[in-house]
């Protein structure tokens, strides 16, 4: 059931548009700047009481080369001193919300993301994580999810034998593309061998997960191109595998204009890219989990997905969805409970906020009941391709087909074009529209409008 996806170019070429990714619903486009410190703060006072478990996501914007293609907050810098002012911002930001905080409060995940976490000195990573574990009740046992974004030219097996020590057992690697003239054009210049080592190191060191991410629609990439590249990263038999869709948006992202949309492949190389390649990790036993994301079948998000668990939030698909999320850093995003909250995504102006004692809070909201019935019904479209209208009436309090009469008609289209089955009990998706499952999510978003997609970058 989970492996099938059926490709139906037509089909995807109908319904392929621009939309979120819904790694929270609402999504980060409605947040507002009514929502502050004291509103994270209320909300963690509530999450202390009920000794709710937490994820935690550490930002480290810094990056010593651009990649071009890049739509992250980064900091560009060769200059490494730099990262101390930002590391006592995140010290002082630890200790205001330690206030808040119940140390029974297990830390069921954390994830150090960026920019490129290795930026960090050895040293300076272990002061982080003694900070981490001075501020939050970080787990000793492995039993955590802790994880890292690795850059291959950034670290060596001393730094995967000190992440080790330090308590992480997943890794996470940048890779994109393996052909150097694909690297030459988005100014990544990494070899196999950088990534092998890395990947050797991990699975000798019993890191419990390694994950590599590519990006499809690249410059300078072709259909024949990208499938050696997957050949070589599928040799290296990672646990999980993101296959992401590049956006040129040069009119958003400064660095992207740097990249000539001469070298981009046509739309028509790029849909064969992504066809070719689900095929080659079909047959190479990854099964799709959804948006982007593959995984071994014996991941835990492949399990978790088989056995209804499978989550989704600000960190993507997890296990560890009932978790309050708390973002550290600039342009960090938290999930306390059903608020949402992103710090100052000017560094500058966050590490003047920290350093004067006050949290960087700067854009939130509170989701409503109709919020909440919309992101449950998302989030199990999202994770697993199926919906029992039964259950969202129970828990919400609605009658499923009159809440959502407006869309109805576009559901049952969906239907007759077999991208999804429509029953009186639920829906189901489809082979055919896997996929295609945001643009089904899409329709159950009441802030989406015409205007707001261009934002987005398209499904496929």
């Not at 993101?242 to 849909?271: C, G, M, V, W």
């Not at 049952?412 to 429509?422: F, G, R, Y």
Request: charged letters at 20%; one cysteine or more.
């Amino acid at each position: 059931m989970f492996d099938a996806i059926h490709w139906d170019s037509e089909l995807i070429r109908r319904y392929d548009q621009a939309g979120p990714r819904y790694t929270s619903y609402p999504t980060v486009a409605q947040m507002h700047g009514g929502v502050g410190s004291f509103e994270l703060l209320h909300a963690l006072r509530d999450s202390s009481r009920q000794l709710r478990p937490l994820s935690l996501y550490v930002h480290l914007p810094f990056c010593a080369h651009a990649c071009y293609y890049c739509t992250r907050n980064k900091v560009i810098t060769k200059d490494r001193g730099r990262t101390q002012h930002y590391l006592r911002a995140l010290e002082q930001e630890m200790a205001i919300l330690d206030h808040h905080l119940d140390r029974r409060q297990r830390v069921e995940q954390l994830h150090l993301g960026g920019g490129t976490p290795t930026f960090l000195s050895h040293d300076e990573l272990r002061h982080l994580m003694s900070q981490l574990r001075q501020h939050f009740n970080l787990l000793n046992d492995d039993s955590g999810n802790y994880s890292i974004e690795v850059d291959p030219r950034e670290a060596d097996w001393s730094t995967m034998g000190l992440l080790r020590d330090l308590g992480f057992n997943r890794v996470s690697l940048g890779v994109q593309d393996l052909d150097p003239a694909v690297q030459r054009a988005v100014n990544r210049l990494q070899t196999l061998e950088e990534t092998r080592s890395i990947v050797e190191a991990a699975h000798t060191l019993q890191f419990r997960s390694v994950s590599i991410d590519l990006i499809y629609g690249l410059p300078k990439q072709t259909p024949q191109s990208f499938a050696l590249t997957l050949d070589e990263i599928i040799a290296l038999q990672p646990d999980r595998l993101s296959l992401f869709n590049y956006a040129h948006l040069p009119e958003r992202f400064t660095t992207q204009r740097r990249i000539d949309s001469n070298d981009l492949p046509s739309p028509a190389d790029k849909l064969a890219i992504l066809q070719a390649s689900v095929a080659q990790l079909n047959a190479a036993g990854y099964r799709y989990i959804g948006m982007d994301h593959f995984a071994l079948a014996d991941d835990e998000l492949a399990c978790a997905q088989e056995d209804g668990g499978l989550q989704r939030n600000f960190q993507g698909y997890t296990t560890h969805g009932h978790c309050d999320l708390i973002g550290l850093g600039v342009s960090a995003i938290s999930q306390i409970g059903d608020l949402y909250c992103q710090n100052d995504s000017d560094l500058n102006q966050y590490q003047h906020t920290l350093t004067n004692g006050q949290l960087a809070t700067r854009y939130g909201l509170h989701c409503n009941a109709d919020d909440r019935v919309r992101r449950a019904v998302i989030q199990q479209l999202i994770c697993h391709f199926s919906l029992n209208f039964a259950e969202i009436e129970h828990a919400h309090g609605i009658q499923f087909r009159a809440y959502f009469a407006d869309i109805w008609p576009q559901l049952e289209q969906m239907a007759l074009d077999d991208l999804v089955n429509l029953s009186a009990e639920g829906i189901s998706v489809r082979p055919a529209g896997r996929l295609l499952v945001r643009s089904l999510c899409m329709l159950f978003d009441h802030y989406l409008d015409q205007g707001s997609r261009q934002h987005f970058a398209e499904v496929i």
